[in-house]
């Protein structure tokens, strides 16, 4: 509402409302909304349109063969207090994100920072070592075959030669190694859009802030940190933040394709592949849009906190 | 700036040789998590067959041999649908959606960017917060309401939502909030120059390196796509997945799934070993500024 007052404020015009005003400002830029409709009609479809619709069917019992009844909150109540693989998925997501965010972020932000005072060809080829295993599609099945259950696979025939083991290791269906291996493999992956982000960002501080903070008795390459880099790269680290939410919530896939479907003993059963098991093959379309409106939820909830703890950055 | 109460001495800038030392160790190891898996990928499509499954395995290769190669483009002979037919669904898919998404998106986000209307705000922090949000968890009802549309099983299907991708407009836009000049717009506009000529002639032309990114981007993902849950005719499948079919077919192709594997990673690849610098001066603004 402040917003509102401070716009009304601006119209110089006294003989026009604000509602007059903003009709005025809309019709004198019908080219802009002209340009931005097909985006936005597309953008509306397949990303705003099934988010809305989830929450909606998420109060339903629908399953795509019978007329839906409202069920209200039934599908959560379920969720939280009846499905207590949900609360393991819950669990695992939690474990998983709390791991892979911030040592991807941080991962991606030291090794940016690392590389920065490099040359700028060998600062090119470190980039692209770092920047590939991201976008190389399935390479990380590679992860597979180097952890494979059987003596031929090159961990367990190492960890057999040297004697660690007497019998190989079957890393991926072993309960107890299941997680840490799919963060090991998911970190692999993790410096995507925000370690190039971040790369760019130190690229483009202005030089002169250094050595006026040399000046100020700015004594070390950590104060430096903290008190320029980080605060002049702000705008980054807030961009990083979200591209790391989304990677750290969004992991399924590698899980199933190393791991298989479910993992076992639900070891690293995230939210992901409870909403994937009701949603693409159970059918049960209220409760796994149920479960993808709690992510939602936990991915906002997230970004409020991320830009909380960013605001206090070089302070 | 106010809380440094460190001026006992003046210091130029120091990089202590301890810090140096400790970073490039640092360095060096994370540079070996991250480049010996993909070495591995690499030794294995070289392997001939016997050396594959030898015991104990060697990480390097002896006798290096492209005959995993050759076997990979017997095994595309083979197959029932013609693999020429799965790598044109790919390039096609991949051409028309990045296209599309690259003039959609621009235009939206050169309006959003140098046209102050009403409403521009909200619109674009709306597609700002869906940066979170992850395509599996929409999926399923992005399903209901492509059956409605009679898109499922079509190219269409993998197209159309290719052009409402949310990072290439979200960079695209913060690009031209940096790069293109108010100034140079407005004196254009006040030539007579139309809203959309302004775009086309004035503003596009100055932010190539955002187009490449965006370019690069959208190939990436259409390129890297397996199957996808709206498409199941075996003719309009993607080339990624039919290289996992063959990846899945067990020991005996274990030699073929690898050399399918480095066909596969070197595309993405060498596009950002072109495209590198331009992509870095795109994320130079890729900052939210809240």
């Given amino acids: 509402m402040s917003n509102n007052t401070a716009e009304k404020q601006a119209v110089a015009r006294k003989d026009l409302t604000y509602r007059q005003w903003i009709w005025k400002e809309m019709k004198k830029n019908w080219v802009a909304y002209l340009m931005i409709l097909p985006y936005v009609l597309i953008f509306t479809i397949f990303t705003v349109a099934p988010v809305v619709l989830s929450i909606f069917i998420s109060f339903t019992d629908f399953n795509m063969l019978q007329i839906p009844n409202v069920v209200w909150l039934d599908n959560y109540i379920n969720l939280f207090f009846a499905d207590d693989i949900f609360l393991i998925a819950l669990k695992n997501t939690f474990v998983f994100a709390v791991i892979v965010g911030p040592v991807s972020y941080l991962m991606s932000f030291l090794v940016a920072w690392f590389i920065n005072e490099l040359s700028p060809r060998i600062r090119s080829i470190v980039t692209l070592i770092f920047y590939a295993p991201s976008i190389s599609g399935q390479v990380y099945l590679i992860w597979g075959t180097l952890f494979s259950a059987d003596s031929y696979g090159w961990v367990n025939a190492t960890l057999l030669e040297l004697g660690f083991i007497n019998t190989p290791i079957a890393f991926f269906q072993d309960a107890k190694y299941v997680m840490p291996l799919c963060i090991v493999v998911a970190l692999w992956t993790s410096l995507g859009t925000s370690f190039l982000s971040f790369i760019a960002g130190l690229q483009g501080i202005d030089r002169s802030l250094f050595e006026a903070g040399a000046v100020d008795g700015v004594r070390n390459r950590w104060q430096e940190l903290w008190y320029i880099t980080l605060p002049s790269m702000k705008p980054q680290l807030m961009f990083g933040a979200i591209m790391a939410i989304t990677g750290s919530f969004g992991f399924g896939g590698v899980v199933t394709a190393l791991c298989g479907f479910p993992s076992v003993d639900y070891a690293a059963h995230t939210i992901m592949h409870h909403l994937e098991d009701f949603g693409s093959q159970r059918y049960e379309i209220g409760y796994s849009s149920a479960i993808a409106v709690v992510l939602f939820a936990i991915m906002i909830a997230a970004n409020t906190v991320v830009k909380k703890a960013l605001s206090k950055v070089g302070s | ?290």
């Fill in chain 2, 1 to 290: 700036m106010a809380r440094l109460r460190t001026r006992k001495h003046k210091v130029v800038l120091s990089r202590s040789a301890g810090g140096d030392a400790g970073i490039t160790v640092l360095l060096t190891l994370l540079g070996i998590f991250m480049v010996l898996p993909m070495a591995y990928v690499l030794m294995q499509a070289f392997k001939p067959l016997d050396e594959l499954w030898m015991y104990p395995p060697r990480f390097y290769v002896m006798n290096p041999t492209a005959s995993n190669f050759k076997d990979l483009f017997t095994l595309m002979n083979t197959s029932w649908v013609p693999f020429s037919r799965y790598i044109f669904n790919t390039v096609f898919t991949s051409v028309m959606g990045t296209l599309g998404h690259l003039f959609i998106a621009s235009m939206c986000a050169y309006a959003l960017a140098k046209i102050k209307f009403p409403g521009h705000k909200w619109i674009f922090n709306t597609i700002r917060t869906s940066l979170m949000f992850h395509s599996t968890v929409t999926a399923v009802t992005s399903f209901i309401l492509m059956s409605a549309f009679h898109m499922i099983d079509t190219y269409l299907a993998i197209i159309i939502p290719a052009w409402g991708y949310t990072l290439g407009l979200y960079l695209m836009k913060q690009f031209m909030d940096t790069n293109v000049s108010d100034a140079v717009l407005e004196s254009a506009r006040l030539d007579g120059a139309s809203e959309l000529r302004t775009y086309w002639t004035i503003a596009m032309p100055m932010v190539k390196p955002a187009w490449l990114t965006l370019i690069i981007y959208s190939f990436q993902t259409l390129w890297n796509a397996g199957s996808s849950i709206y498409i199941y005719s075996e003719q309009l499948k993607s080339f990624n997945y039919a290289i996992g079919q063959i990846t899945a077919g067990g020991i005996k192709r274990a030699g073929a799934s690898a050399a399918a594997t480095v066909l596969m990673m070197m595309v993405p690849i060498l596009v950002f070993v072109i495209s590198q610098s331009n992509i870095i001066e795109t994320m130079g603004s890729s900052g939210m500024k809240d």
